[in-house]
């Protein structure tokens, strides 16, 4: 591959993950009043609460994304705590166990 197609390619694969990322950004704009609801209803509904926590959990590698996933996880703890270690393991099995991770616990 010479150099201008390299450049091309480049920057057309540069341009999809930008775009991916602002709708990382947009799911997660849409996600906190959801999680806000949730909690400032003190909803307990196991389904419910795993439902968010499982689309979360695709946005957690994003920068607002993760603060949201561990909030509701905080919110969850009490109330199945079974559950909320799994979400923690189903983290650290995606995103890997690094320093910012440890206080999901």
Do not use: W
Request: aromatic fraction near 12%; proline fraction near 5%; charge should be negative.
């Amino acid at each position: 591959m010479d150099d201008s197609k390299y450049d091309a390619f480049y920057s057309e694969i540069a341009g999809l993950c930008r775009g991916l990322n602002n709708l990382g950004k947009i799911a997660i704009t849409q996600l906190k009043p959801e999680v806000d609801a949730l909690i400032h209803s003190r909803c307990t509904d196991d389904n419910t609460i795993q439902h968010l926590l499982d689309r979360l959990l695709d946005y957690a590698p994003y920068e607002d994304g993760l603060p949201l996933f561990k909030r509701l996880l905080r919110y969850y703890r009490p109330i199945n705590p079974h559950s909320t270690a799994n979400y923690i393991r189903y983290y650290k099995e995606m995103y890997g166990d690094e320093d910012e991770s440890n206080d999901i616990e």
